[in-house]
Nanobody, 115 residues
Framework: QVQLVESGGGLVQAGGSLRLSCVAS????????MGWYRQAPGKQRELVAT???????NYADSVKGRFTIVGDNAKNTLYLQMNSLKPEDTAVYYC?????????WGQGTQVTVSS
């Protein structure tokens, strides 16, 4: 059973930075794709950033130039570096991994950006 555990969320002022971590129970390169999604109150879950072995990185337009997705295979960890945070980035952030068309999800970590 694949497990994904996120951490690194918290409260930050607008313009600040956070780095989210997602530790996987398996080698992250064993997955076809991994990524970060977020869900704000009253909204649908949306893609933030993904890394796919066949495509590379992909970012939502709203975070391009501010967020960076990075994987550390030696630590089985996927990171999301978030800079220049805005109040509209407030959401629960989820780590996701896909293998053989099956999607695994973490429990989420809350990010709150104050204005």
């Amino acid at each position: 059973q694949v497990q994904l555990v996120e951490s690194g969320g918290g409260l930050v002022q607008a313009g600040g930075s956070l780095r989210l971590s997602c530790v996987a129970s398996e080698n992250i390169f064993s997955f076809n794709a991994m990524g970060w999604y977020r869900q704000a109150p009253g909204k649908q879950r949306e893609l933030v950033a993904t890394f796919t072995r066949s495509i590379g990185t992909n970012y939502a337009d709203s975070v391009k130039g501010r967020f960076t997705i990075v994987g550390d295979n030696a630590k089985n960890t996927l990171y999301l570096q978030m800079n220049s945070l805005k109040p509209e980035d407030t959401a629960v952030y989820y780590c996701e991994a896909e293998r053989a068309a099956y999607h695994y999800w973490g429990q989420g970590t809350q990010v709150t950006v104050s204005s």
